[in-house]
C-alpha cells in the first residue's frame, strides 16, 4: 500500500550578496549556477557580549575575495609588529579536500 503525505518543499531560487547586492547565481551554458561564499560566526559563553550570537553573510565572490582581502592586509599590518607573525600567502583561508 502506498501512503502519500502532502508536503512542503522550501526551493531556493536566489540568494544575494550582503555586500553588493548581485544575485550570487551566474548563467553558465544556460543554466543557473551558483557561485559564491559565506562569512559565518557563532559565539559562546566567552565572548566579550556576543553570547549566543550567530551570524551568516552571503557573498558574491568579488565581495568574497575583497573581504579575504581586506583581512590579509589586517594581518600583514599585525605582522609588523610582531616576530612570530607568519603573513599569509595566495593560500590564505583556502580549504582542499
Same mark, same amino acid.
Given at each position: 500500500?502506498? !501512503? *502519500?503525505?502532502?508536503?512542503?518543499?522550501? $526551493? +531556493?531560487?536566489?540568494?544575494?550578496?550582503?555586500?553588493? @547586492?548581485?544575485?550570487?547565481? !551566474? *548563467?553558465?551554458?544556460?543554466?543557473?549556477? $551558483? +557561485?559564491?561564499?559565506?562569512?559565518?560566526?557563532?559565539? @559562546?559563553?566567552?565572548?566579550?557580549?556576543e553570547d549566543g550570537n550567530r551570524y551568516q553573510v552571503d557573498l558574491c565572490?568579488?565581495?568574497?575575495?575583497?573581504?579575504?582581502?581586506?583581512?590579509?592586509k589586517r594581518r600583514n599590518l599585525l605582522s609588523?609588529?610582531?616576530?612570530?607573525?607568519?603573513?599569509?600567502?595566495?593560500?590564505?583561508?583556502?580549504?582542499?579536500?
Amino acid at each position: 500500500m502506498i !501512503i *502519500k503525505k502532502p508536503t512542503f518543499i522550501d $526551493k +531556493e531560487v536566489d540568494c544575494i550578496c550582503d555586500a553588493c @547586492g548581485d544575485s550570487l547565481y !551566474i *548563467k553558465v551554458a544556460g543554466e543557473r549556477i $551558483k +557561485e559564491g561564499g559565506q562569512l559565518s560566526a557563532e559565539f @559562546g559563553f566567552a565572548s566579550d557580549g556576543e553570547d549566543g550570537n550567530r551570524y551568516q553573510v552571503d557573498l558574491c565572490q568579488k565581495c568574497f575575495f575583497s573581504t579575504i582581502s581586506s583581512i590579509k592586509k589586517r594581518r600583514n599590518l599585525l605582522s609588523l609588529f610582531a616576530e612570530d607573525f607568519e603573513q599569509p600567502d595566495e593560500t590564505f583561508g583556502k580549504v582542499n579536500d
